[in-house]
Every structure is written in C-alpha cells, then in structure tokens.
C-alpha cells in the first residue's frame, strides 16, 4: 500500500482561526512536501521535510516519522489562505512504481471566510 | 533566478488532435517531472526524466510521450487527444534526491 491520506476533505474557517490539516502515509519516505494550489491551478511549494518542524511566517509544518504522519499548521487565518493543501511523499524505495516521483495526498480544501 | 516555466499557459484542441506542451526546469536541475491533474482527481505522475533519460513512466497510455534535451528542458506529447485529456499539466524540476520545484500548468482543454 502506498497511499498518501489527508485530512480533511475540505475544510472551512473563519479568519482568525487555527488551523490544522494532516497528513498519513504507509511507508518509509526520504521527504514530504507540503504543496498550495490556489484556483487559478499553479503549485507553490510550502515545505519539504525529512524530520522535526518547519516554521514560515503564519505557517508551521511538523513530521513524526515514527508515526508516518505530518501536520501543517496556519496561525490567524485569512481569506488569502484559501486554496488547496496538498501533502506529497518520496519513497525510499521503489512502491507500486513510484520510484523517483512524488506520490500525491488528494488535498484539502480550504476556505477561510471573512 | 527563474522558476520552471511552462508554455503555453493554456490550450483548446480538438479531439483526435496532438499537442506539446513545453517544460524549462531551474537552471541547473537535471530532472524534470510530469503530472497529470484532471478535473476534480488529484495529480497523477506521468513521467520522469533525468539526464536525459526516461527514468518512469505512470500508468498512462503510450500515447503519452515526451523527451528530455540536452540543456535539460522538456517536452511532454499526447497523441489522439480525447476529451479526458482535459487537465492541467504540471512540470517540476529536481536537482536531484527528494527536492521538487513546480511550474504554474498548462491548462489544456479538449473539445
């Protein structure tokens, strides 16, 4: 099994807000990357991470690699933050013909309302 | 220093149509990644290249091919188009190991 699963689906916030999305995977990884998709569809990438926590600005990324489960954390939301969250894994080894690429988490749908 | 461009940013074609769609990585990154994201699904690998050479494929059918140059840009072809080739196309470069850096999409939409 080498599926990426996130949670929530979708998720809606008032500004302000602390917010939380995650993320799990079933097998060792060399990385993790936190990906945002706003609706025009173009991917900027948040974070990679291999161990420990990531901090940029309003936004914090941690990784338990024991528990093969990442978070990604958005302190005072704003309507800006609205997007898509995607959460993507390399395999240290080569799963269901993954080798090389990232496999990705089917995303959360933020929407963070005024 | 420029990001991974894609060109064109978006695209109509016809059905049975084929269409290139161009990928130029980060200036010194030899790998570069094709995705697939059609409406309402997540994104999907199509292929990787690296040096090169094609190093993985997805589950896709051959008529979905593409080619890595010498100065490491890439070029990602669909032969046949059919309506569920409607998608966005996302290009990521690599410098190698578990780095990727994404390019904006090329929106393509088959009639």
């Known amino acids: 099994k080498n599926e990426v699963e996130q949670s929530p689906q979708n998720l809606t916030a008032q500004e302000g807000e602390f917010i939380t999305i995650n993320c799990s995977y079933s097998v060792g990884i060399s990385a993790l990357h936190w990906l945002q998709q706003h609706p025009g569809g173009g991917i900027v990438s948040l974070f990679m991470?291999?161990?420990g926590k990531k901090k940029h600005g309003r936004l914090i990324a941690t990784i338990n690699i024991q528990e093969k489960h990442s978070s990604l954390h958005i302190t005072a939301s704003h309507p800006r933050d609205s997007a898509v969250y995607i959460c993507?894994?390399?395999?240290?080894?080569?799963?269901?013909?993954?080798?090389?690429?990232?496999?990705f988490g089917k995303g959360t749908k933020l929407s963070v309302k005024p | 220093e420029a990001g991974v461009t894609q060109s064109p940013t978006h695209l109509i074609k016809t059905r049975g149509q084929q269409v290139t769609l161009r990928c130029s990585p980060i200036s010194g990154h030899t790998s570069v990644y094709w995705y697939q994201q059609a409406l309402g699904l997540g994104l999907q690998f199509l292929l990787w290249?690296?040096?090169?050479?094609?190093?993985n494929r997805g589950n896709f059918p051959p008529r979905f091919s593409g080619r890595q140059f010498p100065n490491y840009s890439s070029e990602l072809n669909v032969n046949a188009l059919e309506l569920e080739d409607s998608a966005l196309y996302l290009c990521?470069?690599?410098?190698?190991?578990?780095?990727?850096?994404f390019g904006q999409g090329t929106r393509l939409t088959v009639v």
């Open positions: 290249y690296d040096e090169g050479e094609e190093r």
């Open positions: 993507a894994v390399k395999y240290f080894r080569d799963y269901g013909g993954s080798q090389g690429n990232l496999i």
């Open positions: 990521a470069s690599s410098p190698g190991g578990p780095q990727a850096f």
């Open positions: 991470l291999s161990s």
